[in-house]
């Protein structure tokens, strides 16, 4: 499974470190992204760590804002969300595939997700 945490209530312009816990399953063979669903919107890509490169991506409105990383030790991968802004507010999940590739951005991409966690920014 899944485990996403780490979610809160800050204002416009601070940070969160969101968390993706995995178990059940070899960690190491998969790449892990984020998707965030803002009310009323679909889910979107946010960034997604290739299992064995590393090699990251990001929605453009995050780069330089947002980092992911992984620690396979820990079996779980971070985003950290700098310099928040209001839009940034959102339900974010956490989802496993074999790669990222070409097709992150796609939730039908994915065949396993976790639950959310809710990040709310304020002015």
């Known amino acids: 499974q899944l485990q996403a945490s780490g979610g809160g209530s800050v204002q416009a312009g601070g940070s969160l470190r969101l968390s993706c816990a995995g178990s059940?399953?070899?960690?190491?063979?998969?790449?892990i992204a984020w998707f965030s669903q803002a009310p009323g919107k679909g889910r979107e890509g946010v960034s997604c760590?290739?299992?064995?490169?590393?090699?990251?991506y990001y929605i453009d409105s995050g780069k330089g804002r947002f980092t992911i990383t992984s620690d396979n030790a820990k079996n779980t991968v971070y985003l950290q969300l700098n310099d928040l802004k209001r839009e940034d507010t959102a339900v974010y999940y956490c989802?496993?595939?074999?790669?990222?590739?070409?097709?992150?951005?796609?939730?039908?991409?994915?065949?396993?997700w976790g639950q959310g966690t809710l990040v709310t920014v304020s002015s």
């Open positions: 989802a496993r595939a074999k790669f990222c590739g070409s097709t992150w951005f796609v939730h039908g991409h994915y065949d396993y």
């Open positions: 059940g399953f070899i960690f190491d063979d998969y790449s």
């Open positions: 760590i290739e299992g064995g490169t590393g090699t990251t």
